[in-house]
């Protein structure tokens, strides 16, 4: 079955940009109508929705983070990534990537990486 | 932005009660609704989806229902893997927003 698994630096310096990357395993990227999102969680909080991207390249982001946030996708590699620049304390987190099953589940996030620590630290 | 809240925030229960999460959307949301179980180190797992359908192999205890602005997510007979905190989504537009999320813990 499709997994998902993140990768990338666990530590960025202020001002800096994270930058991530999800592979999918199992399955090709490209099958089916998913989209392929990236959401956060800081240290005992919630979640939050940073945006997602279909194979086409089409993208929606979460206004909060859109000046700062690039997601693409390298079909050939069956990867997604994500960028955010100009980083700051606020955004340390566990970052997740996850499958939207659009209109399959009507929505909702069918499949999870594991997720990958990012601190903000100089 | 659709503002998701919870409640309770917290609920104390034991192993084979009844449990009951409400989920309020600040907007209609028609049926765009998940619920995720979240344990401590671990991603979230899908539950429900569509508000009311069960996601494959999710035991039947877990059900959902509501449409428009309410939800609850019911945990039919608690058992101790259930222990964990649960999180609604709306999938209705953009940005895909989540509630705070429900602390379900040992009583």
């Known amino acids: 079955q499709v997994q998902l698994q993140e990768s990338g630096p666990g530590l960025v310096k202020p001002s800096q940009t994270l930058s991530l990357t999800c592979t999918v395993s199992?399955?090709?990227?490209?099958?089916?109508?998913?989209?392929w999102s990236w959401i956060r969680q800081p240290a005992g909080k919630g979640l939050e929705w940073i945006g997602r991207?279909?194979?086409?390249?089409?993208?929606n982001y979460n206004p909060s983070l859109k000046s700062r946030v690039t997601i693409s996708v390298d079909t050939s590699k069956n990867q997604f990534s994500l960028k955010l620049s100009s980083v700051t304390a606020a955004d340390t987190a566990v970052y997740y990537c996850?499958?939207?099953?659009?209109?399959?589940?009507?929505?909702?996030?069918?499949?999870w990486g594991q997720g990958t620590m990012v601190t903000v630290s100089s | 932005d659709i503002q998701m809240t919870q409640s309770p925030s917290s609920v104390s229960a034991s192993v084979g009660d009844r449990v009951t999460i409400t989920c309020r959307a600040s907007?209609?949301?028609?049926?765009?609704l998940a619920w995720y179980q979240q344990k401590p180190g671990k991603a979230p797992k899908l539950l429900i989806y569509a508000a009311s359908s069960l996601q494959s192999g999710v035991p039947s205890r877990f059900s959902g229902s509501g449409s428009g602005t309410d939800f609850t997510l019911t945990i039919s007979s608690l058992q101790p893997e259930d222990f964990a905190t649960y999180y609604c989504?709306?999938?209705?537009?953009?940005?895909?927003?989540f509630g705070p999320g429900t602390k379900v813990d040992i009583k």
């Open positions: 996850a499958r939207d099953s659009g209109s399959y589940l009507i929505g909702a996030f069918d499949i």
């Open positions: 199992g399955g090709s990227i490209s099958s089916g109508s998913y989209y």
């Open positions: 989504q709306q999938a209705n537009s953009f940005p895909r927003t």
């Open positions: 991207i279909y194979t086409s390249g089409s993208t």
């Open positions: 907007q209609g949301i028609s049926s765009w």
